[in-house]
């Protein structure tokens, strides 16, 4: 199998591609977290809240508000409960509040009035005075705060406010919870992850006993300490216990049940909604719902506590609403980090919650956005890692912003539907993949050209470097297999030559010589393998395909020989000897790369084509021909004709091969002379060695001594004297490496 040429940067690209999808595609999955990618999540929700967020008020719900003007007016947190039943008779039978829910929880008894002293009066000091006894039991009620804000409560829409304890905390339940709004037993065989509570702090019973309903004020922060959501439910004991927002909305609407919403019972084993009558009220796997902050803090109206207790309100402002009794005073910690505010009221937090219930706005994250978000990622990142490596880095970033522009556009309108998309993984990768293409194309593709310049420049021609630096994808310098053509030239004779010359003068000819040569390979797109002595190889097809590298080569070859007689002119000129050149060229499979050993690399050819081409460089001699070319170069080199030399088998080689030297004007043979050689030719292989034995006569005396017309005719005296084996081939054997028979 062909490996593509482009594998060494372009496949790496998209494998790298490939590689952060998959990280992220495993962090969707749940196969490890990564927390970055989490706390991005967070900040592109944040993001959107800040600017998504209506920025309006809702005064259905009226926030009560036990700031630092009251405590400086009523005196320090916690009031007398007797205080608290003046304000609640003032909400309702005043300013005709709708429904009041305190932000607060009642879990001590109230000691303020000296009730608790003047009891244990009555039972150790006035036993003796029993006439002092009827007094003091007439009094005790007006001292038992606690009983007379319960008093306050009963008959009207209260709402009350208390705290779980999760985890370890195992401490001492304080005070009484309210009866659950439903079972666990009603999630059983699904998979739904909610709280279990460890303990809670809930309100007296006196005061539980007397209140419409309760709800747990407990915060859910995220890992950053930002509330963007609340339990609506959360378990302990058997039971399910409503959040404050959720209990008032319920009496809001007529005290309606609670039942658990999902999508497809047989299909989908988790739960999307609380339902409430026909409303529904979307939650999470722990049975979270989102939080719809309507923007900063004063999206729903304040009144000052103090300013209630001294009927400086205008009853307008009250009546029929949802009043909520909370803080802001900072002293009273009631204050939470939200998305639209560092610094933000917990009290306004459930004025949000209760507005986004009784609009039904609360936003949504069905189970399948997470099924969407893998889907969305798995093809953006196989469909950009495909693309981005093709462009240039103008289409690139084009690419790049306009999927941010779509991915954005889409999950605003998302949002715009109520539905919460994950943003940020996507975003990310598109943004992974760019700079990751950007980078490698920068600082490793710039690196790699530089290199190949570096590496290539002393044996391919300039401009063939050029376009390797400008196609870098279509080059690796690993191994592999490609058609190629490789050349070898030698100089016959060179032993007589060297021993003619000293030292200085054959060292200034060969660098003549290997310099005019080596111009002439590249000027037809030639890589230099290597020098080796006197000899010359190089190759055709690498490190660019080339898909006319067996023309190249021969038409390299021919001008070697035409240049080598302006050398020659040069040489004689200096007294220096004539070179004749043999050459050999051949085409086939060869495996071309960088090769050698961890101390020295070269690039390289090598192969059976490639020992092939060195053989027939040896037989020029022998054949007394310039350039010996095989069968294999012919089919690819069309563009001149050629003399079939021999059908040969070279040693180590089972399967014989033709060889041809191109007919050229420096070795013309005309059309009359081939057609003649050709018969005779034919007759030699038939065994016809009389016709032959003539025909290659009448060559001679014809054309002249030509050395291939010798040979046949030396073989044919051979065969006639001693005639070949019965399934003789017309093959001629070289038993040598380099030799002749």
Known sequence: ????????????????????????????????????????????????????????????IVIVDIDEASLQQEGHWPWSRKRLAQLLDLLFDHYQAR??????????????SGLAALQAMRQAQ???????VPLIDAILPALDHDRQFADSMRGRNVVLGYYFRHGTDMGRNIGMLPPPVMQVDMLAGRHVAYLQASGYGANLPILQQQAAAAGHFNPDPDEDGITRRVPLLVAYQGGMYEALSLAVVRRVLGNVQVAPGFADSMQYAGMEWLELGQRKIPVDAHLNTLIPYRGKQGSFPYVSATDVLHGKVSPQQLQNRIVLIGTTAPGLMDLRATPVQSVYPGVEIHASLISGMLDGNILQQPGYTRGAEFLLLMLLGVGLSILIPRMSPVPATVLALATWALLTGFNLMAWQAGIVLPLASTLLLVLMLYVLNMSYGYFIESRSRRHLAQLFGQYVPPALVAEMVERPHQLGLEGESREMTVLFCDIRD?????????????????????TAMTRVIHQHRGTIDKYMGDAIMAFWGAPLHDDRHAANAVNAALDMVRELEQVNAGFQARNWPRLDIGIGLNSGEMTVGNMGSEFRMAYTVMGDAVNLGARLESLCSYYDEPIIVSEFVIRAAT????????????????????????????????????????LALAAYRQQQWSPAREAFNTLQATYGARRIYTLYLERIAHFSRHAPAADWDGVFNFESKWGKT
């Open 494 to 514: 060179f032993t007589r030559i060297s021993e003619a010359l000293d030292p200085q003068a054959l060292a200034k000819l060969m660098n003549e010589y290997l």
């Open 99 to 112: 429904l009041v829910a305190f932000d607060v929880v009642f879990a001590e008894k109230d000691h303020s």
């Open 1 to 60: 199998m062909r490996i593509p040429r482009s594998f060494s940067h372009h496949h790496i690209r998209l494998l790298l591609g490939v590689l952060a999808t998959a990280i992220l595609l495993a962090h969707v999955v749940g196969a490890f977290r990564l927390d970055f990618m989490e706390a991005m999540e967070r900040f592109a929700y944040d993001t959107r809240i800040r600017l998504l967020a209506p920025e309006d008020h809702d005064d259905r």
């Open 639 to 678: 563009q001149y004709p050629y003399r079939e030399l021999d059908l040969i088998r070279v040693k180590g080689k089972g399967i014989p091969v033709r060889i041809y030297a191109p007919i050229t004007t420096e070795h013309a043979v005309t059309e009359q002379e081939l057609a003649q050689y050709e």
């Open 126 to 132: 006035f036993t003796q005075r029993p006439e002092w």
